[in-house]
């Protein structure tokens, strides 16, 4: 803004551009005029107009760099006319402006999917699609020593039991990879019923989807369980694919109380979709026992950010009076 136009807004709403910092509605208060000098605004920062751009390289948030109220003294050459309307306050502005950021990022992700579909389909045509999946996937050998079998990787030269693992491995048949469960010994069997045994040194693979707390949250879950969870979720009108973090302290649990047959806690999830945010506590109990009938409980509180609640249950017969 020049000099000119710069003294008819003192007073009045201007926008202070920062580049990549973000854009601000502020008010131009005075000027700052010296000989043979560009001249400076002081502005007061009313509110957020565009947000700062996030960091790739460090895949963070950058905060706005002005504060509600602060004073500021900047080039007047940052400093641009603002005429329209701004009836936000500073908290409301910020929200805005990130909801802003939101559906530009949204919309770059949709048009990237676009390409990576063309991509696909091109890899497709190559008969060379399998190589998009392949970073997907974690392998192992089958490892026997003794009387027990191990699965190795190589890549981080670590040694596991295979016995008693929760994962559904792939393995090789006929040049194809298929789903099979491990069973016992070299043995695992295929979707189709089919057994397949395998030897020592054969590779397997895992698919690190399995690994999402989320996805494993939903696989330890019974079907009873699976269904009260579902049923809140179809209220709310969201599904499995919003889910945006999940602590899976059941997992945890599940991995290190090897000696003990009765635990309790609490699962947080969270979802969005474009509207709404909505968190669910996820509260279980387990018991465990050889000699009598094993025992559930969960119940799942579902909250929205409007205010809405729901509660489902499911509990076995013997778990809860």
Known sequence: ??????????????????????????????????????????VRIQGVYEYPNYSIDTMELVHPCFKENERYECSGQRIEPYSHSFPYNY???????????????????????IILSLIQQELRRLHSEHLIF???YVYYQL????????????????TLSIDGCPFEFEIHVNGEWVQALYISGM????????????????????????????RMLINELEKPSLHALEKGLKKLNIGHEHSVYCHNSLLIKL??????????GVNFISYANNQNQFVVQ??????????EESTTFDRFEFTSDSGERILTTYATQFSRD
Request: glycine share 6%; aromatic share 10%.
């Open 1 to 42: 803004m020049d000099r000119k136009t710069a003294k008819l807004y003192i007073g009045k709403k201007v926008l202070v551009n920062e580049g990549n910092q973000g854009q601000y509605i502020a008010t131009l208060e005075d000027m700052v005029v010296e000989p043979n000098k560009p001249w400076r605004g002081i």
């Open 91 to 113: 908290k409301e502005s910020l929200a805005l402006s990130l909801k802003d950021k939101w559906d530009e990022v949204h919309q770059v992700n949709q048009d990237t999917e």
């Open 134 to 136: 392949e970073a997907s």
């Open 143 to 158: 490892v026997k020593k003794g009387r027990s079998i191990y699965i190795y990787d190589e890549s981080k030269r670590e």
């Open 187 to 214: 043995s695992f069997e295929t979707e189709d019923g089919e057994q397949v045994d395998l030897k020592h040194g054969s590779t397997v693979r895992l698919n690190k989807a399995q690994f999402d707390p989320y």
């Open 255 to 264: 991995l290190t109380s090897f000696n003990k047959d009765n635990f309790n």
């Open 282 to 291: 996820h509260h279980y109990e387990r018991s465990v026992s050889e000699t």
